[in-house]
């Protein structure tokens, strides 16, 4: 089974980092299935495993920058962008991070499809472009077999912030957003269900799982959600 999370408010991003490497383990142990959380974070800059990708960080102006696990360059988060962490285990069969994060660029593409937008890929840069712009940014990262990590999708955060950094090594120009694209643009919520169906299609995922709604402020949040999810599970 997988169980689908919205995480309400503005997610700190160690909180939740925490918690992701906590599902991790768990799902590799086969304590827990397939989890994917939602969420927007506050503001962070967060660093890939990329060399020198610390290089790209222009002016955090305060904001936390972070290094993390996943592939990867330097990336903005901020109210306003949907973050997808698929917390998945790849069977025997599927153990391809390419195919993964080719999944992960088919569900964004199929989403912004179906709202009438034609998205599509960069051959060379990981992602989701229109017209040339990046409107999502993608990275992974795997143990045990299990992906963490995963999307960020501008629906309508303001760019400005990606001027304090050189996003994925481009200028800062190359981002766009849905509210650039979308009149009205379609607010983060709206946009889940959609989601939801395609990251079920193109990651082999349960669809029909139940959609929790939590709030992540701080470890105990984390924690807090951690011991629902086991005891949601463990109940179905």
């Not at 980092?17 to 503001?43: C, I, K, N, T, Y």
């Not at 917390?87 to 992960?104: F, K, S």
């Not at 999708?153 to 090594?169: E, H, Q, T, Y």
Request: contains cysteine.
């Amino acid at each position: 089974m997988t169980t689908w999370v919205r995480l309400g408010g503005l997610s700190p991003y160690a909180a939740v980092h925490r918690l992701q490497e906590a599902l991790v383990e768990r799902v590799a142990a086969g304590s827990l299935g397939d989890v994917v959380l939602f969420l927007e974070h506050a503001p962070t800059i967060t660093l890939g495993r990329k060399r020198d990708a610390e290089q790209s960080v222009i002016a955090p102006d305060g904001a936390p920058v972070v290094r993390v696990e996943r592939g990867g360059d330097a990336t903005w988060h901020a109210p306003g962008q949907l973050v997808v962490y698929p917390i998945v285990a790849l069977p025997e069969g599927r153990r391809d991070l390419h195919a993964a994060l080719r999944a992960l660029e088919d569900s964004v593409i199929g989403l912004l499809g179906d709202l009438g937008l034609s998205a599509g890929r960069d051959p060379r840069n990981t992602g989701v472009w229109i017209d040339g712009h990046k409107v999502c940014s993608i990275g992974i990262a795997v143990r045990s077999w299990v992906t963490w990590h995963g999307l960020a999708l501008n629906v309508d955060a303001d760019l400005a912030g990606f001027g304090r950094i050189r996003p994925c090594g481009f200028d800062a120009e190359v981002m766009t957003r849905l509210a650039d694209h979308l009149r009205p643009c379609p607010s983060i919520d709206a946009l889940i269900p959609g989601l939801v169906a395609q990251l079920a299609t193109h990651l082999h995922l349960d669809p029909s799982g139940p959609l929790l709604h939590a709030v992540v402020r701080d470890d105990a949040g984390a924690d807090a959600l951690l011991a629902r999810l086991s005891g949601e599970v463990a109940a179905g």
